[in-house]
T-cell receptor, first 113, second 115 residues
Framework: SQTIHQWPATLVQPVGSPLSLECTVE??????LYWYRQAAGRGLQLLFY??????ISSEVPQNLSASRPQDRQFILSSKKLLLSDSGFYLC????????????FGDGTRLSIL | SQQGEEDPQALSIQEGENATMNCSYK?????LQWYRQNSGRGLVHLIL?????REKHSGRLRVTLDTSKKSSSLLITASRAADTASYFC???????????????FGQGTILTVHP
């Protein structure tokens, strides 16, 4: 069966520090991968998606970047964190069709001090 | 702009009662999905209804879709305390080109079921 892992579960970082969040998927090949951010009590905002190794599309301008160095690995990064980067970050995978569900990791709670 | 909007934003009921949540959207869709999120966790897919379907059931869940009104509803029957969670609708993009499986999520309904 397919599984998706995100780490760390929680992270507290000072303003201006770098960031690296990792997401890995097991049990499927060539998945579409997605990074979302969720503000407290709000819906999900799609940040990046990837349809293959090295292929990244950004949905919104921001201080973050994403990379996909391997088929089942998706990384969210920042060189210098801002206070506004605080939030709950969720990684998801899908089969590439919006007629299929997406499957989510358990998220990373990021707090910027 | 946000595609799906859930109503109500929060719902508080007693165990055993039914819970109904609504979702409205703006553009044409090829399907609508409902997800559940327990506090501090990721989303879990509940049910998908295609644009040519009007109603779908899964256990205690019943979803309806009215494409003429651009709205959907999620009914949870005989609710349990364990149903306490946030519920989100998500729409699949319909249009020319490739959607890449992208979904647009609503703001969610927070459901609290009191034992």
């Amino acid at each position: 069966s397919q599984t998706i892992h995100q780490w760390p579960a929680t992270l507290v970082q000072p303003v201006g520090s770098p960031l690296s969040l990792e997401c890995t998927v097991e049990g499927t090949s060539n998945p579409n991968l997605y990074w979302y951010r969720q503000a407290a009590g709000r819906g999900l905002q799609l940040l990046f998606y990837s349809v293959g190794i090295g292929q990244i599309s950004s949905e919104v301008p921001q201080n973050l970047s994403a990379s996909r160095p391997q088929d089942r690995q998706f990384i969210l990064s920042s060189k210098k964190l801002l206070l506004s980067d605080s939030g709950f970050y969720l990684c998801a995978w899908g089969q590439g069709s919006s007629n299929q569900p997406q499957h989510f990791g358990d998220g990373t709670r990021l707090s910027i001090l | 702009s946000q595609q799906g909007e859930e109503d109500p934003q929060a719902l508080s009921i007693q165990e055993g009662e039914n819970a109904t949540m609504n979702c409205s959207y703006k553009t044409s869709i090829n399907n609508l999905q409902w997800y559940r999120q327990n506090s501090g966790r990721g989303l879990v897919h509940l049910i998908l209804i295609r644009s040519n379907e009007r109603e779908k059931h899964s256990g205690r869940l019943r979803v309806t879709l009215d494409t003429s009104k651009k709205s959907s509803s999620l009914l949870i029957t005989a609710s349990r305390a364990a149903d306490t969670a946030s519920y989100f609708c998500a729409t699949g993009w319909m249009g020319g080109g490739t959607s890449y499986g992208k979904l647009t999520f609503g703001q969610g309904t927070i459901l609290t079921v009191h034992p």
